[in-house]
């Protein structure tokens, strides 16, 4: 009778004391539950990466001013080291392949090298930025999908730099412009999405297989290879036609993903595909090859996205 | 006494309910029957190499299952101060990254109300390169606080590290000029200013020099005061005695007691001293073995010696 008594004299006083005064915060409940590779619950996690998105900006920004880019010559280096780079494949197309054209050739490989070094940037950091990032993910709960996003900012901080200093070459050697370069905000970000998407997956693989950090540089550069950046479509098609370059080449100039994205830069920039890196043609890109480079932009975040988030609850446990 | 007895159990369900849903509200952390087992793999360092070659050799990688927290379970009221505490391995820390969510656990469940912050090392997010005025701002916004929160609390965060006394101008210099007492400091002041719900600490208190070692143990017991929940994995016993009002003692993944912290300690205190005793007992077992064991060798020398003696002389 005893317990009776005292639990309904805790009844009454759980019913008579006042309630707690109202913690906002505390209606977050967060529970964890063991994981299977599935995707977690995308309302909140996309609410947390919004929330954070302060971090992922000031993260990239102080990481490239505590390597002092922010200072003039940190900047002169961003433009200098490309451009020092597209002088050695402006000789290796010119001089060993033959490729002419003089200053308006090179402008045509600035354009497709410092778009391609932008898609570059954007997967090798993120193929570090988990396995570099082990003491902020065995430390801290936050979505690991930042951290890809965050050196993606830092790739895009390090690409506007040099795309001034090209608008120079471009006007210089091009001396006009039309409308349809309005057409590169467009491709900028179908190309930056696309490159996420990869950095994503990327990001995520190079957990799983340390060794690919040493690999992935490699492909990229073999890749720049068999993608429009150096040699354009023409031209390879003209060395096919001649018989200098096997047939197969040309498959992969025409189902790489990248191709209708950097292909679309180069004709905004440099004028029609068909008649490469000469005024006169037509600066309008193809909607066939936006659309295209929109859908692989699109499937690649997906794909990329997807590993990533199904994974990313066992990265702590992984590092 | 029967009709009562249901009758009373019946309203006893009810306002267990009751209880339960206010209990529920005022809980910070429930934890269900938690188990966390981390899988080592043979391979330090995988790759895609060995991985190819294991294909190759149709080998499998050989998986050890360390069992680092084994079915706990315990709740934690919004208020409590709650010492963890236990010797080293024995899971304090994976227990502290499951609460945190940064751990997935294998089984059971975690339930965490409120906003929690971590603390479980020092200066997270943190880039040497840059100032530590730099570094509040990065290491606030890697909590997850905006940069107006920050700025409101940039100078209490200043003001505490206090780091003019020791050196003028030093919060605008990089921090890789610091020392590591300086870096804890603006590391530890950054976590305890985000005023959150949750607060996990993992030995961070054992940062800085005595005097700021004070005035750590003053902030956390100011954050206490204002109905704040701490989880705090020490091994200053004496820190979590006098900090917690709640203490849970863990021994190889196990729960082994958990309740007052004068008792709790008490007990662990004494186990420590009987391991060491046990310990002690064996060592000297094992010395006193051996001590035998040379004494009979010895025996056996002298007496071999005595026979040779004895033969040499009987031979002369």
Not at chain 1, 54 to 64: I, K, V
Not at chain 1, 284 to 299: D, H, K, N, S, T
Request: proline residues 4%; hydrophobic residues 45%.
């Amino acid at each position: 009778m005893a317990t009776a008594t005292s639990e309904t004299g805790s009844e009454q006083e759980a019913r008579t004391r006042t309630p707690e005064p109202p913690r906002p915060a505390a209606e977050q409940v967060h529970v964890f539950e063991p994981y299977r590779y599935a995707l977690p619950k995308l309302g909140p996690y996309f609410r947390d990466v919004w929330s954070r998105r302060q971090f992922a900006t000031h993260m990239a920004s102080s990481t490239l001013k505590g390597q002092h880019f922010d200072s003039f010559f940190g900047q002169f280096w961003l433009v200098l080291n490309p451009m020092l780079l597209a002088l050695v494949y402006f000789l290796l197309t010119s001089v060993l392949a033959g490729q002419g054209g003089g200053m308006k050739h090179f402008v045509g490989l600035l354009t497709g090298l410092f778009a391609f070094f932008y898609t570059r940037n954007i997967i090798q950091f993120a193929s570090q930025s988990i396995t570099g990032g082990g003491k902020m993910i065995i430390n801290m709960s936050f979505p690991k999908m930042l951290l890809p996003l965050s050196t993606t900012f830092t790739a895009m901080l390090m690409y506007f730099p040099t795309l001034l200093v090209y608008g120079v070459f471009y006007l210089t050697v091009h001396r006009t412009f039309t409308w349809n370069i309005l057409w590169v905000i467009p491709i900028f970000l179908i190309q930056t999405v696309f490159s996420y998407g990869l950095g994503l997956l990327f990001a995520a693989v190079t957990l799983y297989f340390r060794d690919m950090s040493t690999l992935l540089p490699y492909v990229l550069r073999i890749w720049m290879y068999i993608s429009p950046v150096l040699f354009s479509l023409s031209y390879v098609k003209g060395k096919v036609d001649a018989n200098l370059l096997p047939h197969w080449i040309l498959y992969f100039y025409q189902w790489d993903p990248f191709s209708p994205i950097i292909n679309s830069w180069n004709t905004v920039l440099v004028g029609d595909g068909s008649k490469p890196f000469s005024s006169g043609a037509s600066y309008a890109p193809q909607m066939v090859e936006i659309l295209a480079g929109a859908g692989c932009a699109v499937v690649a975040l997906l794909i990329g996205a997807w590993y990533f988030m199904s994974r990313e609850r066992e990265f702590a446990v992984r590092l | 006494m029967s009709s009562l007895s249901a009758s009373e159990t019946v309203a006893s369900t009810a306002t267990a309910k009751v209880i339960d849903k206010q209990q529920e509200s005022r809980m910070a952390i429930k934890v269900e029957d938690l188990h966390l087992y981390y899988r080592t793999k043979a391979e330090a360092n995988p790759t895609l190499k060995a991985a190819l070659i294991r294909k190759a050799k149709r080998q499998k990688v050989e998986q050890k299952v360390i069992k680092a927290v084994n079915g706990v379970s315990f709740e934690v009221p919004h208020g409590t101060v709650l010492g963890v505490i236990g010797h080293n391995g024995a899971g304090k820390s994976t227990l502290l990254r499951a609460l945190s969510g940064i751990l997935p656990p294998t089984q059971g469940r975690v339930e965490v109300r409120g906003r929690v912050s971590t603390l479980l090392a020092l200066g997270v997010g943190f880039n040497q390169n840059l100032t530590g005025r730099e570094n509040i701002v990065l290491g606030g916004l890697a909590q997850g606080w905006s940069k107006d929160q920050i700025r409101e609390k940039e100078h209490a965060i200043i003001d505490f590290a206090d780091l003019d006394t020791l050196s003028e101008g030093a919060m605008d210099r990089p921090m890789k000029t610091y020392s590591s007492g300086m870096y804890a400091r603006v590391a530890f002041a950054v976590g305890v200013h985000m005023d959150p719900d949750i607060l996990l600490v993992d030995e961070a208190l054992s940062a800085g020099d005595a005097r700021f070692k004070e005035k750590a143990t003053e902030k956390m017991l100011e954050l206490c005061e204002n109905a704040r929940t701490i989880v705090l994995v020490s091994h200053g016993l004496e820190t979590v005695r006098h900090m917690s009002n709640h203490c849970i003692w863990m021994d190889h993944g196990h729960l082994v007691q958990a309740g007052d912290p004068d008792e709790t300690i008490d007990a662990y205190i004494e186990k420590q001293r009987k391991d060491r005793e046990a310990a002690d007992a064996k060592k000297r077992a094992a010395e006193a073995a051996e001590a035998k064991e040379d004494q009979a060798l010895a025996e056996k020398a002298e007496r071999t010696k005595e026979a040779l003696h004895k033969a040499i002389g009987e031979d002369v």
